[in-house]
């Protein structure tokens, strides 16, 4: 969970959200981040799934994600743990 304890970036990223064995992708923007977890925003969070991977833009760096709060125009979601 996003929290004090984490340094957050508050810096708006742009980022993909995808799922469907790659076959279903979502734009999204990643409002907050820290190194455990991440707040985005979306139109509709309706059709996002409980679990997924996040591709941060330009560089296309993924991440496991397992959502953990959701409204109806963003998601926070915590990152797998590696290892």
Sequence with gaps: MLNQTNPISRQLRAARIIFNEESSVFDCIVRRMSDDAALLQLG????????FVLELKPFKERFQ???????PDAIEVAFARKG
């Design 44 to 51: 509709s969070t309706f059709a996002v799934p409980h679990e």
């Design 65 to 71: 994600c397992t959502v953990t709060r959701r409204t």
